[in-house]
Each structure stands twice: as structure tokens, then as C-alpha cells.
């Protein structure tokens, strides 16, 4: 079971980004999954998550109407669209998945997830 996080990089305040998160080894079709990030010197925090169809979101209040989670299920690859982006996103980015067909928004709020994939890194300058 992997899940590969991609798309990081070094981009200018108010520019945009798009982070990949490719599942192997196992269908993650059938799962919800999220974004979270961690910060330097701070606490990993929740960023936005999706139910296992795609058809709910739930987003932090810091990024709601700037970044965008979705899905390709055909693909197992799960997107965060980081748009109007801020010196504050500046974190290591990370992908995980809830092995629980049920979404429920809080489970990710609280980090409640069942297996994390490996970081990607995005800095913004101001």
C-alpha cells in the first residue's frame, strides 16, 4: 500500500499549484480520503478531505474558497487544487486515507485517518 504525493514545489504568493496523490497496492476507490499539511516548528493540521465518490468536500476555513479536493477513481489519484495561494500555506503537504467506506468530515478534522502517504513540499514567497 502506497500513496505517492507530487506536485510540490516553490511558487509566488497568489499563484496556484496542483498536488497529486497516487494510491497503489490497494483500491482507494471505495475510501475517503484527505489532505493534511504540516508547517515548520507547528502541528500537522487538516486541509480537506473527500467522500469515496467525490460528490462531498469538506475544506479547512484558512483555504475554503481558494483550494479544491478532488478525485479520479478510474486513476486512484485523489488532487488538491491550491489557487490565491499565501506565504502561510507554506507546508509539507500529505495525503491519507480513512479504510472506512462512510465519510465523515469530522474523522478527518480530527485526524482520525488510517494510513498517511509520504509528503510533498510547497513553499510560497511573498
Known amino acids: 500500500v502506497q500513496l505517492q504525493a507530487s506536485g510540490g514545489g516553490l511558487v509566488q504568493a497568489g499563484g496556484s499549484l496542483r498536488l497529486s496523490c497516487a494510491a497503489s497496492g490497494r483500491t482507494f476507490s471505495n475510501y475517503p480520503m484527505g489532505w493534511f499539511r504540516q508547517a515548520p516548528g507547528k502541528e500537522r493540521e487538516f486541509v480537506a478531505s473527500?467522500?469515496?465518490?467525490?460528490?462531498?468536500?469538506d475544506y479547512a476555513d484558512s483555504v475554503k474558497g481558494r483550494f479544491t479536493i478532488s478525485r479520479d477513481n478510474a486513476k486512484n489519484t485523489v488532487y488538491l487544487q491550491m489557487n490565491s495561494l499565501k506565504p502561510e500555506d507554506t507546508a509539507v503537504y500529505y495525503c491519507a486515507v480513512k479504510w472506512l467506506i462512510r465519510y465523515s468530515p469530522d474523522d478527518f478534522r480530527g485526524g482520525s485517518v488510517d494510513y498517511w502517504g509520504q509528503g510533498t513540499q510547497v513553499t510560497v514567497s511573498s
Open positions: 473527500i467522500s469515496w465518490a467525490g460528490g462531498s468536500t
